[in-house]
């Protein structure tokens, strides 16, 4: 929705005549019939049922997969698998309900924003009102700490400023005075003469005509964007693309291998356990439980490290991140004003200045003021109990400074604190001390510090037009960085991640902030909003390439430069903690809300981490990768278990030999190898520096020309070792059921070493065996439980699995086979390592 209210061109007579109001307000009745026409001013909420949350689980086309290889299994006779992989797509998908669940509380956090009461004046006189009974043309009248209901075009000002950090992002409160002339292409943040719904008033007073509420209003328009389905996470997409990939390649095989065998003439109950028994093998039925367990165990760590998961898919989403869009207060900074530079003539005489031409405490008041006073100290309490207050002029925006008189003994002082430009006027100086503050006040201004002068006079305070003042120092203040943001930036840019600050701040203060912690470097490029408005797509892309800080943004640019990144590939995480957030936390890959953030950005995020510090989201980027690295290895070992299985099955059959493995014998090789040895994958250690590499695209996340050969070589000799020593035995005379029930062991063993030489991606087995055998002790109590369970099956109940009990020579061509097969995968490891470095 775009926010189309002119109302900041208008005069107030002009809007009295268009909303057919005046000075006195409407009376109760045309209340009643413009709440009729307008509605009550509250956001909408949209809602989608529980039973479409639930339905929507399963639209994954691996689900599919996995629903068919159940009813295959139940028709085989196997309940029991069946009900396995019925109870795991039924765990994945009350799980995936669950967190959507949640999510659909944004827009209800957003609405909590505008439940308040309100004073209006209503046909003369001042009443109180519910905030959702607000009426375009309502006067309404504000004070301090008053939440703004609606939005308001002001009509009388006196020493306002309104905290609008939820709507724009900037720390310094921003000033309102109702006659502002102000230009048509006026932003948001510069409309001086307007309040916002959502906003604060932190000081003055004033009142106002309503002009837009509910779902006109301009915290609507944000709203708006956060109504937008999130996109799926880099895992979900990755496994969409493999699920699609791997239904086309099942179609294939099978087709391919149903031709071959009506050719060879083999009965249609033959070909329907055959082809039965490929697409069982074909299905890594485990992988969706695999897949929760690596991001459940994930998120539990992410948890130690100050971050809380809100949406599972989203731990892996940290690993993939090629962008982060952070914004600037409270993430990069402490979101706390301080004094950070200072030009001082008459040290004693400014910090008394700094303490009783103030009204703030050391906890309470306006940013500026209470920065005074930390820089102050615990001094300040004596310094104001000494001097008493005997005169105070507030801060005016119309003249720009604030006056108190206080007595110390006998004398009264002044003490003034203002603009630069303002107090110079009246300043007594000598030359050479006003040149000395021109120089350092245009140096603090390139620094994009917020300058303050400060000046006392010992003269007659009682006229003001004839005021003097000595000037006693110049005060710069800037919301520092936090201690190890510089740190944290320089990890994520090593790791290949662009971080850009994507702000409201002005472009000098973002630039300066910017610089400090090594986010804007010489030959980077800064963008404000108006350059965007005037952007199109292909331009703004163009400019974004070398841009890394965005200033005066507004929440539509967050959210268009963080589309156009997603367009061109790039995964994106996006910080945020206001209602000014919620558009960009919602289309970002990854939305990671600030602890003491907005409600709004808290429901929309996919995370939140409790310590405000973009260290803490690297860290957790860490933690990603590492997450991202065992997923990685889980897939291609449970690719790789499924792929040798339908080798295997065809190479048979192309062979015209018969099948070398049952499917029933599938079926339990599925529970020895990949049901419990791919649960411990998540326990995998981290291999190397995972930060030292860049993040991989989307498309080769998981499944990049590395991964897709490895998978193809493993499966290729599992199947081939398998294979020749079924063939064979048999052709040497060897019984079918001894031949069957040797291949049977040769998968399971093949996979088992797989299991093991898994653990690590980057380096082979052998070449750090102490590392090897370390990496993932859980492995090692996963293969120890499936070798037991192989016993069993082989020993005590063979004939349940048409088998055979192994006898020496058996077990021998076992594990010749089992050697031949880790020789093999273990020479490629060294083949591929070498190439990589």
Not at 251 to 279: K, N, P, T, Y
């Amino acid at each position: 929705m775009k926010y189309s209210d002119l109302s900041y061109l208008q005069t107030p007579e002009e809007l009295y005549d268009s909303l057919n109001s005046s000075p006195s307000g409407i009376d109760a009745n045309d209340a009643s019939k413009r709440l009729e026409t307008y509605g009550r001013n509250l956001l909408e909420e949209e809602e989608r049922s529980l039973f479409a949350l639930f339905v929507g689980q399963f639209k994954s086309p691996i689900v599919i997969i996995l629903l068919i290889a159940a009813l295959l299994s139940l028709m085989m006779g196997q309940r029991s698998d069946s009900m396995i992989i019925l109870g795991i797509l039924a765990i994945n998908s009350l799980l995936g309900f669950f967190q959507e669940y949640k999510a659909e509380t944004s827009i209800k956090a957003l609405k909590k924003l505008t439940e308040t009461h309100v004073r209006v004046i209503r046909t003369g006189s001042e009443k109180w009102i519910p905030s959702d009974e607000l009426v375009p043309g309502d006067i309404v009248v504000l004070g301090e700490g008053d939440l703004v209901p609606a939005d308001i075009r002001l009509i009388e000002t006196y020493g306002l400023q309104a905290d609008e950090a939820i709507l724009t992002g900037e720390s310094v409160p921003s000033v309102k005075n109702a006659f502002d002339k102000l230009f048509r292409d006026a932003q948001p943040y510069e409309r001086s003469n307007m309040l916002f719904s959502g906003t604060h008033i932190m000081k003055g007073t004033a009142k106002g005509i309503v002009t837009a509420t509910g779902e006109t209003s301009y915290l609507a328009s944000i709203a708006q964007s956060a109504k937008e389905h999130s996109p799926d996470s880099p895992l979900t997409r990755s496994l969409s693309i493999f699920s699609k990939r791997l239904i086309l390649v099942l179609i294939g095989i099978l087709a391919l291998i149903g031709m071959i065998g009506i050719f060879q003439g083999r009965s249609g109950g033959e070909m329907a356990s055959i082809l039965i028994a490929e697409l069982v093998s074909a299905v890594p039925e485990g992988l969706p439980i695999v897949v929760t367990l690596v991001l459940a165990l994930g998120a539990y760590r992410l948890s130690r490290h100050q971050v809380l998961v809100r949406h599972l898919p989203s731990v892996e989403a940290l690993g993939s991140a090629s962008v982060i869009a952070t914004d600037k207060t409270g993430t990069i900074t402490e979101g706390v004003l301080s004094v950070r530079r200072a030009e001082i003539f008459d040290d004693e005489a400014l910090r008394k200045c700094a303490v009783l031409c103030n009204d703030a405490s050391a906890e309470h008041g306006d940013s500026v003021e209470t920065a005074l006073i930390r820089w102050i100290g615990e001094e300040y309490v004596s310094i104001r109990q000494n001097h008493p207050r005997i005169f105070y002029h507030p801060f005016d925006p119309q003249s720009r400074y604030m006056v108190t008189v206080n007595r110390e003994k006998e004398t009264e002082r002044l003490y003034i604190k203002g603009a630069y430009e303002t107090l110079k006027m009246m300043a007594q100086n000598p030359r050479d001390e006003i040149d000395k503050l021109d120089e350092a006040h245009d140096a603090m201004a390139l620094m994009g510090l917020r300058l303050l002068a400060f000046g006392i006079s010992d003269g007659d305070w009682k006229h003001p037009e004839a005021w003097t003042i000595r000037l006693v120092g110049l005060i710069g203040f800037a919301d520092a960085a936090k201690n190890g943001v510089e740190t944290a930036v320089i990890q994520a840019q090593k790791a290949g991640i662009r971080v850009v600050m994507v702000t409201g701040d002005n472009p000098i203060t973002a630039q300066a902030i910017a610089e400090e912690v090594g986010i804007w470097k010489t030959g980077d490029t800064l963008l404000t909003g108006n350059e965007i408005e005037k952007m199109g797509d292909g331009l703004l892309y163009d400019r974004l390439r070398k841009c890394t800080v965005v200033a005066r943004a507004l929440p539509e640019h967050k959210y268009r430069i963080v589309k156009l990144f997603q367009e061109h590939g790039e995964i994106v995480a996006v910080t945020g903690d206001g209602v000014n957030d919620v558009p960009a936390l919602k289309a970002a890959d990854l939305g990671i809300a600030m602890g003491n953030g907005s409600e709004a950005a808290k429901a929309t995020a996919k995370m939140v981490i409790t310590d405000n510090n973009l260290g803490v989201i690297v860290d957790a980027i860490r933690q990603g990768r590492m997450i991202t690295a065992n997923l990685r290895k889980v897939i291609f070992y449970l690719l790789a278990t499924c792929f040798d299985e339908i080798i295997l099955i065809s190479g048979a059959i192309m062979m015209g030999l018969p099948l070398p493995i049952h499917p029933t014998q599938i079926l339990w090789v599925n529970i020895v190898t990949d049901g419990v040895t791919d649960k411990t994958f998540p326990a995998c250690r981290e291999e190397g520096n995972v930060m030292k590499k860049p993040p991989r695209r989307l498309e080769k996340q998981f499944f990049d020309r590395w991964q897709i050969a490895r998978i193809g070589w493993v499966s290729i000799v599992n199947a081939s070792v398998t294979l020749a020593v079924f063939y064979h035995l048999l052709t040497e005379g060897y019984a079918y059921d001894t031949a069957l029930t040797v291949s049977f062991c040769i998968i399971v063993t093949s996979q088992w070493v797989n299991g093991i030489l898994a653990q690590k991606e980057e380096e082979p087995f052998l070449l750090n065996i102490r590392k090897s055998i370390t990496i993932n002790p859980a492995i090692w109590i996963g293969i120890g439980i499936g070798l037991m369970l192989q016993i069993v099956a082989l020993y005590i109940v063979p004939s349940w699995f048409h088998a055979i009990s192994p006898n020496a020579e058996m077990i021998l061509w076992i594990a010749m086979a089992t050697g031949i097969v880790f020789l093999l995968i273990e020479s490629y490891k060294w083949v591929e390592w070498s190439l990589k470095k």
